[in-house]
Structures are given as C-alpha cells and as structure tokens.
C-alpha cells in the first residue's frame, strides 16, 4: 500500500477515539491506496438498499500531527457515480464519529457492485503514505420492494441427478471443444473471417513458400511465443515479413483473426501495412510489408551490436509519427481502436527511419457510447496504465500512458524496467520523477546525443511523457494534443500536477549508478574489446531490460541466421 510496510496489509484498525457507544463495525476498515470494489451475486433481480458505514479512524481529531490527514474518494454503485469527493469528517462533523450513507440501487443481472475510487485528492504523505485512498467499514444490502423467496429443501437423488447431468454435459462439450480445436483449426479460422469485412488480400502456402524459400533459417528476422517471422520476396519484387502462427502459439485463433480484422481496414502512413493472410493446411500466416530496420526497440535499446545511430532529430521524428499514428486510431479512422499494447518493440522503422505501429492482436474496439471497457488484463508490464493494469479500465488513455512511457525511452535511450540480480528493479519513470522533483531532467537525456540536440525539444518531450503518464487517466491530454505539443503548436502546460514518488537521497543515488552506470558499463565494454588484456566491469551482475513479450512481430533474434549474414 506504499506505505512503507514489506506486507500489503489493507485491513486497518482504529487510531482514533471513538464514542463509546459506537457499535464494534466501526472500529476497523477496508482501506486502499487506489481503489476497493465490493461484488454481491446471486441476487434476485430487483431493487435494494443499500447501505455504506463509515467512520475515519485513521486520522484523528484535535491539534496533532494525526489530524492534518484529508482523504477524499468517489462511490461507484452498479457503474454510476453515487458520491463524489466524498470526504468523511466533512460528512459527519470530524474524525472518530460515525455515519451511514444510504442509497437506492437496482439489480438486473444478478450482481451488485460497489466501488470505491480515489479521486486524486487530498493528502497522500500526512500522517504516513499509503492513508489516503478510500475507506470503508461495512456494507449492508437490504431488498426494498420485494420479500428474498424462502429457501426450498431438495432431496438428495435430485441433488444427484442434477451433479451427473451437468457433470455430462460439460464433458460432452470440452470434448466437442477440444475435437474441434485439434481437427478443425482452419474450418472453424475461415468462418471466424467470413463474418469480417475485409479489405486485404490472400495468398497461398505454395506462394509463401516461394517467398521465403520454404521458410529457410536464413531469412528467419524473429521468433517469439507465436511463432516465427520470415523475410520473403514476392513474384513482383515486392519484399514481405510473414508472421507464422505456431500450433503451440500463444496467441491462438482469437488473436489472429482479430488483428487481420483490425488492420485491414486502416491505411496510415504510421501503421505497419497488412498485405493479407494465408489459412492452409495447419497454417496460419499473416504477410506484412518488410520494415528494414527493425524495431525501435532493437534500434534504440538492443546490444551495442544492434543499436543504430539515433541523432535527435529522428528521436524527435520517431515520437511524432508514433504519436500520429494513436491520433489516427483513437480520433481519426472510422474504428475507434485502443491498440493495449504500446511499446518500443512494437514500433518498427521503415528503411527512412519513419515508425509504423504494429502487432495488433491485442486491439479492442472503443465504442463511442461506452465510456471505458471492462476487459481481461493484456498487455506488457511497464507500459500498462495503472487503472488498466488494476482494474481493468481500458480507455484510449491507456494508450497514452504507454506512450509516454516509450517517449522517455527515446528521450533517455533507456529501457523503462531494469533487474538486476533477483530482488533490485529500477523504473525509468520513477527516475524521471525524481529528477524533476530535484529540477535535474537534463540528466535524463540520452550521453548518447552529446550536445547535438535542440534543448526545448528535448524539454517538450520530457513534459509531455511526464503529462502522458500521469496516474489520473484525465489529466492525460488526447493524442492529438500530444501531436500538437510535440510539434510546437501548442503550448506544454506549464504545471503538470506531480505524480508522488519517495525522493530519498540514498535511492537517488541507487538510481543514479544505475541509469548512468549502463552508460558507462557500455563503454568500458567497448574499450576491453580494443584491448589484449580482460578487464571486469565494475558491475556485479548483467542488467536486463523487460520489454519483449511473445506477440512482438520482430522479436530480438540475436543468433538468426539472416542478421548474421545481413550486409
């Protein structure tokens, strides 16, 4: 809970002074530092009451130290707003007395949810961190205009007959399932794309084959968790990537055909271009145009060996496109798309250098008449928005969280998440903060670019990832403003309100050896090649970067045969 204990503890007992009458409900909480959500199920359709107890036994009443505490949240009951701001001493007089908020709620699906959300306000380091977020001390749910039906007694040979008869049907239906899967892979591939209106072409193995001279290692460019990525050479001349779906992929049919779905029907500069597909035999293939240089990711953040020389002004050019390309998706094609999966390995560089968006097997669909999609967790850890990655939320802002993430990468030439050993981790965007915090971002800039880089820039950049990621989703600018902020149309807000983050001058320093201290391994690394005698790095242990997942189209493939042999 941030709040500086080794154990996430969320039930908090009483600090303050209750009256001695209050009943014992009140004398613990459910507290978070983010957000609590309460679910009821199995309820009969209909209208209830429901009823929140609270009381505020975290911060105290008087002149102490304990009573400068303020906690302020919102209260979401089934989706729809039912407090805002709520803060409990102002609703009752002070902390240390109790009260009960009582509000009206209607059932239609069987389930009642409760959530509670902090509405970024308040005090987050007074009396301690980690107090600020909602608290609740019970709920209480009672029907409103309708009598619960009694319980029913069931003899034990129709308990019986009803286990045996859903215990058949469900094995009946894995098995169909499963049959299904192994034998009708393609059938059931081809009328998942017959119900899409696609606007791609379709190849045949025979013709892939060719391209790729039967899928030879030496034109292996990648291999993940999906499978394999080729390069090819089409009967006209025009050169292809084919992303090759594995039997035992990770990714799977649903993914495969929802990406074919999602790209065929955008056309931008900035998105990576679907030829078409290939369903034949036990073969899944998708065909893309061929991006000469990779990804950023291996561009930017791979092995010495790998990196390209990256001045600032391609920096500069890389963010804009990246940024044009989630404008067009979010605000501009005629599917409203959030791609959930942002991150320098899936930005690849054409042979100029422009960045085209990939891998959109992870999109979803942002319908204009909801306001955030409730979904399953997808993604790569380090470039998940907060609210996403806990909740669940998914908005268009979860996008821009992770691009800003990405543009502190090229700002800084860093990968955002580092190890090192089992139990250290630096966060690139924990390292932004605390230089701003200290007024030292230039600090952040790549030593790579050396003094040949436009100082206001570099600065816009820096405030606009800082803005992109901050831990509200509103206070997020759309990606069309980034756009605009980034190519100098319009102004960086001169305050951006602070995400928080502990600026101790021990971490400080811990930080610092680490992100200088990759610079400069680098460099020694390459002074002991150009020299006789073995020197070791001051360094106890190799840092690795965390921003390969299996579903990136050019995976690093450091021993691929083609790479190898690449002129």
């Known amino acids: 809970m941030d709040n500086g204990e080794t154990a996430e503890i969320y039930l908090i007992s009483n600090t303050s002074t209750l009256p001695a009458e209050t009943p014992r409900l009140y004398l613990t909480a459910r507290g978070s530092p983010i957000s609590l959500t309460y679910y009821g199920f199995c309820l009969v359709n209909g209208t209830y009451i429901v009823n929140l107890h609270f009381a505020e036994i975290v911060f105290t009443a008087g002149q102490n130290y304990s009573s400068l505490g303020r906690r302020y949240f919102d209260v979401y009951i089934q989706g729809k707003m039912a407090l805002q701001d709520f803060n409990i001493e102002d609703a009752v007089g002070g902390a240390g007395k109790a009260t009960e908020q009582n509000f009206t ?39 409103l205009d309708f009598e619960p039906p009694e319980d029913s007694k069931i003899s034990a040979g129709v308990v019986v007959g009803i286990v045996v008869s859903i215990a058949f049907v469900v094995i009946l239906i894995v098995g169909i399932l499963w049959w299904r899967g192994c034998f009708r892979r393609r059938d059931t591939t081809e009328q998942d794309l017959k119900g899409l209106d696609l606007q791609t072409g379709s190849f045949t193995l025979r013709q892939i084959k ?3 001279s039967n899928f030879s290692p030496d034109n292996k460019i990648g291999e993940g968790g999906f499978g394999s990525v080729y390069k090819g050479l089409l009967a006209d001349g025009t050169i292809i990537a084919v992303k090759q779906l594995s039997a035992k992929s990770k990714q799977g049919n649903r993914e495969f055909v929802n990406e074919i779905g999602m790209i065929s029907g955008l056309q931008h500069p900035h998105l990576v271009k679907l030829y078409g597909c290939c369903i034949e035999g036990n073969q899944l293939l998708l065909v893309y145009e061929y991006m000469e240089n990779n990804s950023l990711a291996r561009a930017l953040l791979g092995p010495k060996e790998c990196q390209l020389h990256l001045d600032w002004k391609t920096r500069q050019k890389i963010c804009v496109g990246i940024a044009r390309g989630l404008a067009y998706l979010h605000e501009e094609s ?27 097997g992870l999109a979803k669909l942002d319908e204009e008449d909801n306001t955030h999609i409730s979904t399953r967790i997808a993604g790569t850890f380090g470039y998940m928005a907060p609210e996403y990655a806990m909740r669940g939320y998914l908005t268009d802002k979860a996008d821009v969280y992770s691009f800003g993430i990405v543009a502190l990468e090229i700002v800084s030439g860093q990968c955002n998440t580092s190890y090192r050993g089992k139990q250290e981790s630096f966060y690139l965007l924990d390292w932004a903060h605390v230089l701003r915090e200290r007024g030292d971002l230039m600090e952040l800039i790549d030593p790579r670019l050396g ?40 102004n960086v807000p001169a305050s951006i309100p602070e995400n928080t983050v502990a600026d101790d001058d021990k971490k400080y320093k811990a930080m610092r050896k680490h992100f200088r201290g990759i610079v ?25 970067g965390s921003s390969t997942s299996t579903n990136d189209l050019y995976p690093m493939l450091l021993d691929s045969d083609y790479w190898r042999n690449r002129e």
Not at 335 to 355: E, M, S, Y
Not at 462 to 489: D, F, N, Q, W, Y
Not at 520 to 532: F, H, L, N, T, W
């Open 105 to 143: 709620a209607s059932v239609t699906n069987g389930t009642l949810e409760i959530r509670f959300y902090w509405a970024g306000k308040g005090t987050n380091a007074i009396p301690d961190r980690g107090v600020y977020g909602p608290l609740i001390s019970a709920i209480t749910v009672d029907p």
């Open 210 to 212: 060719a391209a790729t």
């Open 334 to 360: 005629r599917l409203k798309i959030v791609h959930r999966d942002i991150k320098a390995t899936n930005v690849l560089l054409d042979k100029h250098l422009n960045p085209k968006i990939s891998d959109f």
């Open 451 to 490: 003094a040949d880089f436009n100082k206001d820039e570099v600065m816009a950049m820096i405030h606009v990832a800082l803005l992109c990621t901050h831990v509200s989703p509103a206070i997020r600018p759309s990606m069309s403003a980034v756009v605009s902020m980034l190519e100098g149309k319009a």
């Open 520 to 544: 400069e391994e680098e460099e020694e690394r390459d002074e002991s090649k150009k020299q006789v005698h073995h020197h070791s790095m001051s360094i106890d242990a190799p840092w690795t």
